[in-house]
């Protein structure tokens, strides 16, 4: 099975990421994403595996799923999603590390909702209600804006 999407949902990731910096280094949450004005709710950061693992444990709750386990991952190329034992693999955090951030974890705990859904729709409907649920409604929207601009497709996988 092809993923297909992957690239068109990183793009979009990576540019709601960049949305994040700008607004943290302009101390301003307040951003237009397509013409609609939003009011970005704070991301968390994360200074260890450890502080992972626990906000992991929380969110999990709140979303209403099975709990996941947190690992450090070698290398800092990717974080990573581990079905078979539930885990998600972070590189361990270094100076300016782009995994130990609250959007790159929901992104692996998004693949924990929908496994085995690679990164096609039911992946991109599941990430957009983690946000919303986690983080709050402002950031689901602008993530499923940033899709739509993107070309990502929604919805329950055929």
């Not at 949902?9 to 013409?35: C, F, H, K, M, T």
């Amino acid at each position: 099975m092809t993923d297909s999407q992957r690239q068109r949902v990183y793009d979009a990731e990576g540019v709601l990421r960049q949305i994040y910096d700008w607004a943290v280094q302009n101390a301003n949450p307040a951003v237009s994403i397509a013409g609609v004005p939003l009011v970005l709710p704070p991301e968390v950061k994360f200074a260890s595996v450890a502080s992972v693992q626990s906000y992991c444990d929380r969110a999990t709750q709140l979303i209403g799923t099975t709990p996941v386990t947190v690992r450090a991952r070698k290398g800092a190329a990717k974080a990573h999603y581990e079905p078979a034992t539930r885990t998600i693999a972070v590189p361990e955090h270094r100076e300016g590390n782009w995994a130990m951030r609250e959007l790159v974890v929901l992104h692996e705990l998004a693949h924990h909702v929908a496994p085995g859904a690679q990164h096609g729709p039911a992946f991109a409907s599941a990430f957009i209600d983690v946000l919303s649920t986690v983080m709050g409604p402002s950031a689901g929207l602008a993530l499923r804006l940033l899709y739509a601009d993107c070309g990502v497709k929604e919805g329950v996988s055929a």
